[in-house]
């Protein structure tokens, strides 16, 4: 009986203590999401920040360069001096921003890597370069240090490791006197440190990178939280040294992500040295969800322009109302001035100030200029006054800029008008894809901002093409290409490499050249450098189906009168507006609009009611394809093998067919045999196969195929492949 009292007793207590735990269980799910929340919310309060922080520090950066030019000559040079203090203090603040935006994006892991292989010698000593005129201001020795050891190359993200030593070198040289040394060493790691991750020692070979100084040092007690955000070294109102405690913690995150890690050794009045220790190749480090991340960046951003278009409250909206009615009062824009054959200029900004210096500036470049602060106000002076070209911010009240870029592209009557955007947020890919001529970043330059002018007039003033060249490999797409290109009245000359198109390029002086960046000679953005350097001046639409890098949209926008059309499923008619844009478009006036030649290449209804025959024997695929080609309202039927596809052409009519070569009963390579037998000669049939060994594509040409895809199929070239034929 007193077994069984005890007994019950710690049933009775273990019970409660289940509770108890359940209790604390439920407590800890409750907090998890609140700081999920949290977070979420310091995100978003940071992007919404970085915004209003870059609106008015646009307009600081670009009137403080333009008092410095001087242009009326009545400033002293003590006012040129406060002038260039203001611009740099600018440029200070900007670059703080930046700090804290990496942070927010390295914590949100958002970053994403562009892992290359470069020349390791090459790189570190144009690490060097960098900084050797700092060093020099300063009376610092500055010393390279390079283990002959060393293997050719590495691999890694070259901007975050720039980023990361030029954050140890500047504080190496910040905290170092006169007469001091900085040393900057690359060697071989033969010992990893006590800590060093399982990770970095499983990638075998590591690169150690060394940054040395004979500076202040840090204290003992304070290297445990030297690489922790918003921490500094002295954090006292009366430090010596400014900055704000970002770069080391930014710094050993981006490490992190490249595979390494990074450790600091320090004595105070003698000096520091950081050292980085990294994988040679750091490919594998960054595999998984770093790696998938442009994939998932890209399914995001399709969705964001709808989720911008969010209703507001009454109350937001009529208050907007009433600052829009100031802002174009206060703003005496062209409106009541314009005549027959003015340039103008539509600037749509909803920052005061920054709309008047786009106003001033436009007016100095010759154009007449509207401006509003809503983007349905924008739509409105579109139809109204037909501007010749269009400044556009992003966020804007009562209609943002996405949705305002996407019914103008949306609109035959207004889709050729040039879109310059110039935004606080960055979205440049995005932007470009929605079809933007152009996509800057707040704050912008006056060298950029005097260069976005210089090309507008340009693009309205050169609107005279008459001959283009066609750059592209596909023999399907190139025919294409001419076929559009005629239509317009234009003359098409064609090449598929590069070197046939550097003798067209020479001797038929093309007006306009498209040209496809995947050549089997030759990168595309090289044969468009050599282009650029022979100061033709001759316009480029960059026609491509590959996802540009930021790095490779860096080195195409440097070049004047150079537009980027990605192959997507708009990308026909977008290089419709592009060539159009060149040839005469931009050259009317608001009531004498041209009108399109009746045989314009429009894509999306050459695919709508077609009928296209599936050929596959895995339901997934077929269901997949399916789906994809009845949102596009195709009338789609399915044959599971070669044989049921040949009863099907025998018994009906079809204007494409997606061929897969791997099936049973007859597979497809006899199935196409029998349907050019037929007489199909031109039925469009495109195989679709995951075989994709060498030899497989010439097979399937030989057995009668119009063109190949190997699986897993990217569902938009294979549209734009579709159309390409359908068109054809």
Request: glycine residues 6%; aromatic residues 6%; contains cysteine.
């Amino acid at each position: 009986e007193e077994k069984a009292q005890q007994l019950e007793e710690q049933n009775a207590y273990t019970i409660e203590k289940n509770a108890a735990l359940e209790q604390a269980q439920a407590a800890l799910v409750i907090k998890s999401e609140e700081l999920e929340k949290s977070g979420r919310y310091k995100s978003e309060f940071l992007a919404n920040m970085s915004h209003e922080l870059r609106t008015p520090l646009n307009s600081v950066i670009i009137l403080s360069k333009l008092l410095q030019s001087n242009k009326t000559g009545n400033l002293t040079e003590k006012q040129i001096e406060f002038s260039q203090i203001i611009n740099k203090s600018g440029e200070d603040l900007l670059s703080l921003i930046n700090e804290v935006l990496d942070l927010a994006k390295v914590e949100s892991g958002k970053i994403e890597l562009e892992i290359e292989s470069h020349n390791l010698r090459t790189y570190a000593e144009d690490s060097k370069k960098t900084f050797i005129a700092i060093a020099q201001d300063k009376g610092v020795d500055f010393v390279l240090n390079i283990d002959k050891s060393l293997p050719e190359t590495f691999t890694t993200d070259k901007q975050r490791l720039n980023q990361v030593l030029k954050n140890l070198l500047s504080n190496a040289f910040k905290f170092t006197d006169t007469e001091g040394t900085v040393t900057l060493e690359f060697k071989n790691s033969k010992t990893l440190p006590k800590f060093t991750s399982s990770a970095l020692i499983k990638s075998g070979h590591v690169l150690q990178i060394a940054v040395n100084d004979t500076g202040i040092g840090i204290a003992k007690e304070k290297l445990g939280s030297v690489f922790e955000a918003f921490v500094q070294e002295d954090g006292t109102t009366q430090r010596k040294y400014g900055g704000t405690g970002l770069g080391l913690s930014i710094s050993k995150e981006l490490v992190r992500l490249l595979g390494g890690e990074i450790f600091v050794e320090s004595e105070v009045g003698k000096g520091s040295t950081f050292t980085l220790f990294l994988p040679f190749d750091s490919s594998e480090a960054v595999k998984g969800p770093a790696s998938e991340k442009p994939n998932s960046k890209a399914k995001e951003t399709k969705a964001e322009p709808a989720k911008e278009e969010a209703e507001q409250p009454i109350e937001t909206f009529v208050k907007e109302r009433v600052l829009n009615e100031q802002l174009e009062a206060i703003i005496a824009d062209d409106r009541d001035q314009l005549q027959q054959d003015d340039k103008i200029l539509l600037v749509v900004e909803d920052d005061l100030q920054f709309a008047k210096v786009l106003l001033d500036q436009a007016r100095e470049n010759g154009f007449k200029v509207l401006v509003t602060d809503q983007g349905d106000k924008a739509l409105e002076h579109v139809e109204e006054y037909r501007p010749n070209a269009i400044i556009l911010d992003m966020q804007l009240p009562v209609m943002d800029g996405w949705t305002v870029l996407k019914k103008l592209k949306g609109n035959k009557e207004h889709a050729h008008i040039p879109v310059h955007v110039i935004s606080g947020i960055d979205k440049t890919k995005l932007g470009l894809e929605m079809g933007a001529v152009e996509y800057l970043v707040k704050p912008i330059s006056f060298e950029k901002l005097e260069q976005t002018f210089s090309n507008i007039s340009k693009t309205i003033a050169g609107s005279d093409v008459k001959k283009v060249l066609i750059i592209e490999d596909d023999e399907s797409n190139n025919k294409a290409l001419q076929e559009m290109i005629k239509s317009k009245q234009l003359e098409a000359v064609a090449a598929k490499n590069a070197k046939d198109a550097r003798e067209l390029f020479k001797n038929e002086h093309p007006n306009l050249v498209v040209l496809d960046l995947g050549l089997p000679d030759i990168d595309g953005i090289e044969l468009l450098d050599e282009f650029k350097l022979q100061k033709k001046e001759v316009p480029v639409i960059v026609f491509t189906g590959r996802e540009l890098t930021k790095k490779e949209l860096k080195q195409i926008e440097r070049h004047q009168d150079t537009s980027v059309v990605l192959k997507t499923t708009k990308s026909y008619d977008r290089l419709s507006e592009e060539t159009e844009l060149f040839m005469n478009m931009l050259n009317s006036t608001q009531t004498d609009y041209p009108v399109l030649p009746p045989k314009e290449f429009h894509s999306e209804d050459i695919i709508k009611g077609k009928r296209i025959l599936i050929v596959d024997d895995d339901m997934r695929n077929i269901y997949a394809l399916e789906t994809v080609l009845e949102e596009e309202q195709v009338e789609v039927t399915v044959a599971t093998n070669g044989a049921e596809a040949v009863d099907e052409i025998k018994n009906g009519e079809f204007d494409a067919v997606l061929m897969d070569i791997m099936m049973p009963v007859m597979d497809g390579y006899e199935a196409t045999k029998k349907i050019r037998e037929m007489g199909r000669k031109d039925l469009p049939i495109i195989a679709l196969t995951a075989k994709a060994m060498k030899g497989d594509r010439e097979k399937c040409l030989e057995a009668g195929v119009s063109d190949y895809m190997s699986k897993p199929l990217d569902v938009e070239k294979l549209l734009s492949l579709l159309r390409v034929w359908l068109y054809k």
